[in-house]
């Protein structure tokens, strides 16, 4: 999910010109997920998109218009606190951001721990599938879970493929030295 601050999201778009060309209506969870700018949800409506807000499914534009101020109102407010909570949090002390390495370094290792646990199941995928692209295919059809419990993406295998090598490859240079 995207934030509703951004209005270049590419989903967004096609489904919105798709509203456009099917002359249907645009279904909403929550405005504020849609969009906190009053501007963008202005021009949405100026085109022609009928909006329907499932926490508001019978309110008319003029409402629409209301609550994108709102929820435009409500953004600013969270900016304004989340600067303040973070200058008080600097002012104590804090040291903001310390944990980010540490916290990349444990995924990393996790992630690496995973790769060479599963090696041998990585390794007869590619065997079995052909390539990257199948292997990742044939690991969802197996119902493996990535280390974070998702689905394989072509991108994965490579990824994993290469933290196997390289443990691989500096395994290799240690027994020669």
């Not at 963008?40 to 329907?52: A, H, K, R, T």
């Not at 995928?125 to 199948?134: D, K, L, R």
């Not at 197996?142 to 394989?152: E, F």
Request: a positive charge.
């Amino acid at each position: 999910m995207q934030s509703g601050k951004k209005d270049d999201r590419v989903k967004l778009w096609k489904a919105i010109n798709l509203v456009k060309k099917t002359r249907s209506k645009l279904l909403i969870p929550k405005l504020d997920r849609f969009s906190r700018k009053v501007s963008f949800i202005s021009g949405i409506i100026d085109q022609g998109v009928e909006l329907v807000v499932c926490e508001h499914p019978n309110v008319n534009t003029f409402f629409l218009h209301l609550l994108a101020c709102f929820a435009e109102e409500e953004r600013r407010q969270i900016s304004e606190r989340t600067k303040a909570a973070l200058t008080a949090a600097k002012n104590r002390g804090t040291v903001l951001g310390r944990n980010a390495h540490q916290l990349a370094s444990t995924r990393r290792e996790n992630r690496r721990k995973f790769a060479l646990e599963n090696a041998d199941r990585l390794r007869m995928a590619i065997n079995e599938a052909g390539s990257i692209s199948a292997a990742a295919r044939w690991l969802n059809d197996q119902k493996v879970p990535t280390a974070t419990g998702g689905r394989w993406h072509p991108q994965t295998v490579k990824n994993y493929l290469d933290s196997i090598q390289a443990v691989d490859q500096r395994s290799t240079s240690l027994q020669r030295s």
